[in-house]
């Protein structure tokens, strides 16, 4: 639990951060940040997935650690689902589909593109 936890806080630290990066960027009218999160967040999860079960330590606290831990703190669907409300509520329609089908496309392929990367290694 306690692995969990701490590479929770990491993982949210890295949130902020990536997403405040991100977004002296671009515009804030998108939900570029949240987006940029959650895809690489996708893509470590895939490739890290890969090599715990394939090739790295067979620790559950190591694997809990990293991937419910760390990487549940980094994604973040509760802030896609109140950004994309957001947009909805604006009538920015074009934009929150944008961000649905985006996120939705985005994040499974880079789920998939972390797998095979994870099995080349």
């Known amino acids: 639990m306690l692995a969990i936890a701490a590479g929770g806080a990491v993982g949210s630290l890295l949130r902020f951060?990536?997403?405040?990066?991100?977004?002296?960027?671009?515009?804030?009218?998108?939900?570029?940040?949240?987006?940029?999160?959650?895809?690489l967040g996708c893509l470590a999860m895939g490739f890290l997935f890969v090599l715990f079960i394939d090739r790295l330590s067979d620790n559950p606290v190591l694997r809990a650690g990293i991937l419910i831990g760390v990487l549940g703190g980094f994604t973040t669907f509760s802030s896609f689902s109140i950004e994309t409300f957001n947009l909805i509520e604006q009538g920015a329609w074009v934009r929150a589909v944008a961000n649905m089908s985006g996120s939705l496309v985005l994040c499974i392929g880079a789920t998939w593109i972390g797998v095979i990367l994870g099995r080349q290694v």
Do not use: C, I
Request: aromatic share 22%; net charge neutral; no cysteine.
């Open 17 to 39: 951060w990536m997403s405040t990066w991100v977004h002296t960027f671009t515009d804030r009218s998108f939900p570029y940040g949240t987006l940029v999160v959650n895809v």
